[in-house]
């Protein structure tokens, strides 16, 4: 059966979400009988300015996530900051003057509780479909599953937006459904200030953020996807047997045996009842104990055998 792993992620960097396929190591994933296909929707946040000079999310933003949101997500990794490369460049060069504080962002720079708050009020027009407004509604702003929150901690806007525990709180009030999981890249990728101090000595650069965050991103749908396997798995009610020649060969063959060696001993117990019943008592301890001893040594083979048949027939991982 084929079933699907379905992944929203959400950045306003296109060379994060341009690098995801290409650092993959995982497309599709094999286990007992299912083909797990991951599905990985990435939308970029664009914004644009409006007619009062203040940044927006556009509408084709929203509507993309509408789009990958048809179905509700298995997970949501998202970068918790949205802004223009323009207000970036902006307010890099503004803190050299002075601190950057949460006014400096206001109508410039969006966090992932206000992409939420903006899409609740957007979808009240007319410019958006039925479905989109489900979609958007039930499987977005309802989302009840693990979203990982990424997130950089710039020297420069820090106060501004708050320590990572602060960002987390407010993404979790926005999303009062799911689990929010914080990943601090400064932190995740270079230890904090050891490898990020000042703009001189820092390991920092977007285009080398770009892929260590790409990998990170591949890593925890990797992570997310086993453990969804392994949650599936408990509904499963049989043994799954690969379908090969050996091991229906055995199945066929030892439950012949069992039912012939059963036919025969029946027998003799019957014989030796109607002629000694002491003797008959004797033979039939004698062999239920030699059932549980056979008992014991067929399952110690299978566990040997289907071990090694499940391992090379049914733990496969494929790269499409």
Not at 226 to 254: D, G, M, N
Request: some cysteine; glycine content about 2%.
């Amino acid at each position: 059966m084929k079933k699907y792993f379905r992944v929203l992620i959400l950045d306003d960097d296109s060379r994060v979400l341009d690098r995801i396929p290409e650092r993959a190591a995982l497309c599709t994933f094999s286990y007992a009988n299912d083909i797990w296909q991951i599905v990985d929707r990435r939308v970029h946040i664009d914004l644009e300015k409006s007619d009062d000079e203040c940044w927006k999310i556009t509408d084709k933003t929203i509507k993309s996530i509408a789009d990958a949101c048809d179905k509700m997500p298995n997970l949501i990794i998202a970068d918790y900051g949205f802004a223009d490369p323009v207000v970036r460049k902006e307010l890099k060069e503004l803190s050299t003057r002075k601190e950057i504080t949460e006014d400096d962002f206001r109508g410039k720079v969006f966090m992932l509780p206000d992409l939420v708050n903006i899409i609740n009020n957007r979808i009240t027009t007319n410019s958006f479909s039925r479905q989109e407004k489900k979609s958007l509604n039930k499987y977005f702003a309802n989302f009840n599953s693990n979203l990982y929150l990424y997130t950089y901690t710039s020297r420069e806007f820090k106060k501004a937006l708050g320590e990572v525990e602060t960002r987390k709180n407010r993404t979790g009030l926005a999303f009062p459904k799911a689990y929010v999981i914080a990943k601090d890249t400064k932190y995740e990728f270079y230890n904090g200030d050891e490898f990020d101090k000042n703009d001189k000595e820092t390991k920092h650069s977007s285009d080398y953020y770009s892929v260590l965050t790409s990998n990170m991103i591949n890593q925890i749908i990797e992570k997310e996807l086993y453990l969804q396997v392994l949650e599936s798995a408990k509904s499963y009610k049989y043994l799954r047997l690969p379908k090969t020649a050996i091991s229906t060969s055995i199945i066929v063959a030892l439950g012949g045996a069992v039912g012939a060696i059963s036919s025969l001993i029946s027998d003799k117990l019957i014989e030796n009842f109607k002629s000694n019943i002491i003797s008959g008592i004797i033979i039939f301890l004698m062999f239920t104990l030699a059932i549980v001893i056979i008992t014991i040594i067929i399952s110690i083979f299978f566990e040997k055998l289907f071990k090694n048949l499940l391992f090379n027939e049914e733990y496969e991982m494929s790269q499409e």
